[in-house]
C-alpha cells in the first residue's frame, strides 16, 4: 500500500492514500486536438464483490508510469516522446449507481471513438469496460479474465463487475466477444455458448496455440481488448479484488497484445488496486501494460 514516501518526492492525496505526482500519464504530451491516444481514468469499484481498491487504480498506474519507467522502449525501439498522447484525467465518478456511471462514461468514450482517438482506459472495475466498449460499432471485443464475468445479474444488479461480458455481448453477440485465461466459473457461464479459453488449456497448449485459437475462432479486423489484471497469475499481479490462482504469465499477455495490436482500437486496464498491492508490482505491471499496447500499436501501424 503507498501510504508514505520518505525521499522527497511530491505528493498528493487521493482519499486516505499518497500518490507521488504526476496525475497524468507521463508520456501523454499532447493536446486533445492532437492525440491520436486518449487516456482517462475511472476511479470507481461500487460493485465489488469481495475487496474494494480498485477505485485507487488509476492514480497508482500514472504513478508507477511516471516514477519507474524509462521514455523509450527497446523493445519496441520506441520513444514515447514521438507518441500523440493525451490524458484527460479521471472522469468524476460522484454517482449513486453503476447506471449512473456507466451513462457518464459511454457519453465520453462515444465523443472519443467519434474524433477518432484511440481510448485507454485505466479502471477502476470491470463493470466500467461495457460503457467504453460499446461506443464502438462493428468490432470485436477480446478480455483477458480469471472469470466469466457473463452473468446476466448478480447480486441484483445487471451492471455488476460479474456482468461485464454479458452486457458486452447484449449489443455485439457471443460470436464477436471472447475471454481468455478463465479459471473462475458459474456453472451456467460453464454451459453457455459463450467463446472463452480457459487459463490451464494455455499453460498446458502454450501460448502460440492461444493465439492461433484466438485468430480462429474471433476472425474480425477491429479489436477492443479489456485487461482485467486478475487474469494474470497473482504471483505476478496480487493487488487485485478477486485472485485466483493458476493465471497467465506477464509475458503471455505481452504476446497477445503484441498479435493483436494492427487490430486493436481502444485498450483498458481494470482490477488493479493499490490498497492491496503491498510492493506495489500489480500497478508496475498494469502500468507496463499500457506502455507495451501503446508501444505496439504505434509501432504496427505508424511504420507501415
Not at 507521463?26 to 481514468?41: C, I, L, P, R, T
Not at 475511472?42 to 475487496?51: E, I, K, S
Not at 520513444?79 to 459511454?106: F, T
Not at 506477464?250 to 497484445?257: E, R, S, Y
Request: charged content about 25%; hydrophobic content about 35%.
Amino acid at each position: 500500500m503507498l501510504k508514505s514516501i520518505e525521499d522527497g518526492t511530491p505528493t498528493r492525496e487521493v482519499e486516505n492514500m499518497t500518490f507521488p505526482f504526476p496525475n497524468k500519464m507521463f508520456f501523454a504530451k499532447s493536446s486533445y486536438e492532437d492525440a491520436d491516444y486518449v487516456v482517462f481514468g475511472v476511479p470507481y469499484d461500487g460493485t465489488a464483490t469481495f475487496r474494494k481498491g480498485t477505485r485507487f487504480g488509476p492514480a497508482g498506474i500514472r504513478a508507477d508510469c511516471a516514477i519507474n519507467f524509462e521514455r523509450y522502449l527497446y523493445d519496441y525501439r520506441l520513444h514515447l516522446d514521438d507518441v500523440k498522447a493525451y490524458d484527460e484525467g479521471d472522469l468524476e465518478m460522484n454517482v449513486s449507481s453503476p447506471e449512473e456511471m456507466i451513462a457518464r462514461v459511454s457519453k465520453y468514450s462515444k465523443k472519443l471513438v467519434s474524433d477518432g482517438k484511440f481510448p485507454i482506459m485505466l479502471g477502476g472495475e470491470h463493470s466500467i469496460t461495457p460503457a467504453v466498449a460499446t461506443a464502438f460499432d462493428d468490432i470485436a471485443v477480446l478480455g483477458i479474465d480469471a472469470h466469466g464475468d457473463s452473468r446476466d445479474e448478480f447480486e441484483g444488479s445487471k451492471n455488476n463487475h460479474g456482468c461485464a461480458m454479458r452486457r458486452i455481448m447484449d449489443k455485439f453477440g457471443e460470436d464477436r466477444v471472447m475471454w481468455v485465461g478463465v479459471r473462475a466459473l458459474d456453472k451456467s457461464e460453464h454451459e453457455s455458448s459463450a467463446k472463452f479459453i480457459d487459463s490451464l488449456s494455455i499453460l498446458k497448449n502454450g501460448i502460440d496455440w492461444t493465439i492461433s485459437k484466438i485468430k480462429k475462432d474471433l476472425p474480425y479486423d477491429r479489436i477492443y481488448l479489456s485487461l482485467d489484471i486478475d487474469g494474470i497469475d497473482p504471483a505476478f499481479a496480487p493487488g487485485t479484488g478477486t485472485p485466483e490462482p493458476y493465471g497467465l504469465h506477464p509475458f503471455d499477455v505481452k504476446q497477445i497484445i503484441n498479435a493483436f495490436a494492427p487490430k486493436m482500437v481502444g485498450f483498458d486496464v481494470v482490477e488493479v488496486s493499490p490498497p492491496l498491492d503491498d510492493n506495489g508490482i500489480t500497478t508496475i505491471l498494469g502500468a507496463r501494460m499500457v506502455c507495451d499496447v501503446v508501444g505496439a500499436t504505434y509501432t504496427s501501424r505508424i511504420r507501415q
